[in-house]
C-alpha cells in the first residue's frame, strides 16, 4: 500500500490529526501519515507566519524522513491552503510533492471548465491568496475557456477560530458561499483552509452545493487515481 505524508505548517497537532483523518476517508489503497511543524504558528495567518511556514516545512520533512516506513513515501502533501515551502521541497526531495492550493483547484477544474471563487478565513489571507493566484497563473478572471478565480471572500476568524465551533462556521461559511456564488459568472465555490477540512460536507448540507473544500477534493481526486 501506498505510505504519502501530509506535512503541516502550522504547529497545531490537532489540525495535522483532522488532515490525516479527513485524507483517509474511503481511500483504503492509500495510507495517510502526519507531521507537524515544530516552529512557527499554530495557525497560518499572516505574511510573517507563512514566511516562517516555509522553512518549517523543510525542517518537517527532514524529521518525517528519520521515520519514514520501511518503503518510504510514495508522495507528500504540504497541508496549507496556500502552499508555503512547496517549490523548495520539491527541489530537495526525490518523490512527488503537491500543495493543497495547487492540488484542490487542478482537481476542481479536472470535472470541467469551471468560474471558481474561494472562501477562506483570516483577512489576511486575501491579498496573500491574490498574489499566490497570479503567481500560479491564475488570474482573478476566467480564461477564454471559462477556467479561473472569480473572487476570494474571507470571513474574519482565522479557520482555527471558526472551528472552535463547527456548527456555527457551517453557518458562516454557508452564507459566504452563497454570497460568492451570488457573483455573476461563479459556478462553483471552494472552502480554502487546513483547518476547515470537513466543512464542504457540512456546507452542503446546508444547501450550499456546488460547494467543496480543499481536502476533500485532493483527498477523492487521489483516490479515483489509486482506484
Same mark, same amino acid.
Given at each position: 500500500?501506498?505510505?504519502?505524508?501530509?506535512?503541516?505548517?502550522?504547529?497545531?497537532?490537532?489540525?495535522?490529526?483532522?488532515?490525516?483523518?479527513?485524507?483517509?476517508?474511503?481511500?483504503?489503497?492509500?495510507?495517510?501519515?502526519?507531521? &507537524?511543524?515544530?516552529?512557527?504558528? %499554530?495557525?497560518?495567518?499572516?505574511?510573517?507566519?507563512?514566511?516562517?511556514?516555509?522553512?518549517?516545512?523543510?525542517?518537517?520533512?527532514?524529521?518525517?524522513?528519520?521515520?519514514?516506513?520501511?518503503?518510504?513515501?510514495?508522495?507528500?502533501?504540504?497541508?496549507?491552503?496556500?502552499?508555503?515551502?512547496?517549490?523548495?521541497?520539491?527541489?530537495?526531495?526525490?518523490?512527488?510533492?503537491?500543495?493543497?492550493?495547487?492540488?484542490? +483547484?487542478?482537481?476542481?477544474?479536472?470535472?470541467?471548465?469551471?468560474?471558481?471563487?474561494?472562501? &477562506?478565513?483570516?483577512?489576511?489571507?486575501?491579498?496573500? +491568496?491574490?498574489?499566490?493566484?497570479?503567481?500560479?497563473?491564475?488570474?482573478?478572471? %476566467?480564461?477564454?475557456?471559462?477556467?479561473?478565480?472569480?473572487?476570494?471572500?474571507?470571513?474574519?476568524?482565522?479557520?482555527?477560530? +471558526?472551528?472552535?465551533?463547527?456548527?456555527?462556521?457551517?453557518?458562516?461559511?454557508?452564507?459566504?458561499? &452563497?454570497?460568492?456564488?451570488?457573483? %455573476?459568472?461563479?459556478?462553483?465555490?471552494?472552502?480554502?483552509?487546513?483547518?476547515?477540512?470537513?466543512?464542504?460536507?457540512?456546507?452542503?448540507?446546508?444547501?450550499?452545493? %456546488?460547494?467543496?473544500?480543499?481536502?476533500?477534493?485532493?483527498?477523492?481526486?487521489?483516490?479515483?487515481?489509486?482506484?
Amino acid at each position: 500500500m501506498p505510505q504519502w505524508l501530509v506535512v503541516n505548517p502550522n504547529t497545531s497537532e490537532t489540525v495535522t490529526q483532522a488532515l490525516v483523518h479527513h485524507l483517509s476517508v474511503d481511500t483504503p489503497r492509500r495510507r495517510w501519515h502526519g507531521v &507537524t511543524a515544530a516552529f512557527g504558528a %499554530p495557525y497560518i495567518a499572516d505574511e510573517r507566519s507563512y514566511c516562517i511556514a516555509g522553512h518549517a516545512v523543510l525542517d518537517a520533512w527532514e524529521r518525517a524522513q528519520a521515520a519514514a516506513p520501511p518503503q518510504g513515501y510514495a508522495g507528500v502533501l504540504v497541508g496549507c491552503f496556500g502552499d508555503p515551502g512547496l517549490e523548495a521541497l520539491r527541489s530537495t526531495t526525490p518523490v512527488p510533492v503537491r500543495g493543497l492550493a495547487e492540488a484542490s +483547484l487542478q482537481a476542481l477544474w479536472a470535472q470541467g471548465p469551471q468560474r471558481v471563487a474561494i472562501v &477562506t478565513g483570516g483577512a489576511a489571507w486575501k491579498p496573500m +491568496l491574490q498574489r499566490w493566484s497570479r503567481a500560479q497563473g491564475h488570474a482573478l478572471a %476566467p480564461d477564454a475557456h471559462g477556467v479561473g478565480i472569480t473572487d476570494i471572500h474571507v470571513l474574519p476568524g482565522s479557520g482555527a477560530q +471558526l472551528m472552535q465551533s463547527p456548527e456555527q462556521a457551517a453557518q458562516a461559511l454557508a452564507a459566504a458561499c &452563497t454570497q460568492a456564488l451570488d457573483v %455573476p459568472g461563479t459556478d462553483a465555490v471552494l472552502i480554502g483552509g487546513a483547518g476547515l477540512a470537513g466543512m464542504g460536507a457540512r456546507v452542503r448540507a446546508l444547501g450550499g452545493a %456546488p460547494v467543496w473544500d480543499c481536502v476533500e477534493l485532493v483527498r477523492d481526486a487521489w483516490a479515483l487515481q489509486s482506484a
